[in-house]
């Protein structure tokens, strides 16, 4: 069956802290997808990056670090230098790969809700 | 590039009641969900369509909730008779396909409260 955990329900820090936001998932497909996306205060979910199986390599954008290990089935997030327009709820997700047309539905973790204070 | 429309941004409603929300994909986009938030949680898959064909709709209660895409563009939801547990966050995301390689994109969802 496919899960998603992320243990953290809220964190607080202050800015320019560094942050890691945690997400385990559980699959039994060799193929599949995880994903990070973030929902401010105004709802719209926002994506941030989508990895899939066969690419453990660590990725990099500004601010922004994602760290993915399979043996631990782990895709982890940090927020380096936090900044209060961070403040957020942060979703882990996993969708694993249809074939032949199958759904691609994301099953999203229960989120973790980052305050950063100034 | 627009984004995602839904209407309305919020409603309430009185149980037993019904209601329907209404999406309007990115042009293009071939893939449209229905995704239910409750409060505190992950959204959730009610429905995927694929053109106007529904490709997965396991989860969605079909003896209150139906959806329909006519035409293979817009979407509505509807919900009735509601029921309390109704009370979420309504998100409507498209994709230019079906396929996990390609991203969802999600509007700012309907609020609906019951009563």
């Known amino acids: 069956a496919q899960k998603v955990t992320q243990a953290q329900t809220e964190i607080s820090v202050v800015e320019k802290e560094d942050v890691t936001l945690d997400c385990v998932y559980e699959?039994?497909?060799?193929?599949?997808?995880l994903f990070w996306y973030k929902q401010p205060p105004s709802g719209e979910l926002v994506f941030l990056i989508r990895r899939n199986s066969f690419d453990e390599q660590n990725e990099i954008s500004g601010r922004y670090s994602w760290n993915f290990q399979k043996s631990t089935s782990s895709f982890n997030f940090t927020i380096t230098a936090s900044q209060v327009v961070d403040s957020a709820v942060y979703f882990c997700?996993?969708?694993?790969?249809?074939?032949?047309?199958?759904?691609?539905?994301?099953?999203f973790g229960t989120g973790t809700l980052l305050a950063v204070q100034p | 590039e627009a984004g995602v429309a839904q209407s309305p941004r919020y409603k309430i409603i009185e149980k037993r009641q019904s209601v329907a929300f209404w999406c309007n994909p990115i042009?293009?986009?071939?893939?449209l969900y229905w995704y239910q938030q409750i409060l505190g949680q992950g959204p959730k898959l009610l429905i995927q369509f694929q053109n106007n064909g529904v490709v997965d709709d396991s989860q969605l209660p079909k003896d209150r909730f139906s959806a329909e895409r006519l035409k293979g563009v817009d979407s509505t939801l509807k919900i009735q008779p509601a029921k309390l547990e109704d009370s979420a966050v309504y998100l409507c995301?498209?994709?230019?396909?079906?396929?996990?390689?390609?991203?969802?994109?999600f509007g700012p969802g309907t609020r609906l409260t019951v009563t």
């Open positions: 995301a498209s994709s230019l396909t079906s396929g996990s390689s390609y991203e969802q994109y």
């Open positions: 997700a996993l969708s694993e790969e249809d074939y032949g047309g199958a759904t691609n539905k994301l099953i």
């Open positions: 042009s293009g986009h071939a893939t």
């Open positions: 699959t039994r497909d060799t193929t599949y997808y």
